[in-house]
């Protein structure tokens, strides 16, 4: 009986090991093929980030995941996604501007987005200025009818 009870907690053990190591695996590695793209739809730039939210008591949530800019919105899908995660979608014809920002009030990384309908998203993404640019480039093109 004992016997059978160490190889089980060996297999327990392993399989959780097999786990850990699978969800390192997917947060390192950019996977496009999850943002679902409309017709005429294409990603320009796929990265890895962070979309910092105000949390209910004081201070701000990370919340680690992929971004996806398209031509048409930027796409922000978490990293864990067990319990459907954190996904949202902000077409850049609602944005309103984009101002450079600091997390944790220090670090230069980051960029809030504001939107039509007053909402704030802040996002901490290396080489900020590339997205920004992208970001303007791009509502400034939807803004023309360019897009």
Avoid: C
Avoid at 42 to 71: C, H, M, P, R
């Amino acid at each position: 009986m004992n016997l059978l009870i160490g190889i089980l907690g060996q297999i327990v053990g392993f399989l959780i090991f097999i786990g850990i190591i699978y969800v390192i695996y997917k947060s390192v590695k950019l996977n496009p093929g999850q943002f679902e793209l409309a017709e005429g739809e294409e990603i320009l730039k796929n990265v890895k980030g962070d979309y910092w939210e105000k949390l209910v008591v004081g201070g701000e949530g990370q919340n680690s995941g992929e971004f996806a800019f398209t031509n048409k919105r930027i796409a922000f899908r978490s990293t864990f996604q067990i319990f459907g995660g954190l996904n949202f979608d902000i077409p850049y014809n609602s944005i309103v501007s984009v101002e450079k920002s600091n997390v944790k009030g220090f670090l230069p990384v980051a960029f809030t987005v504001k939107t039509t309908d007053d909402k704030n998203y802040k996002f901490a993404i290396m080489k900020r200025d590339i997205y920004i640019d992208i970001i303007n480039t791009q509502a400034q093109k939807i803004k023309e009818g360019n897009a």
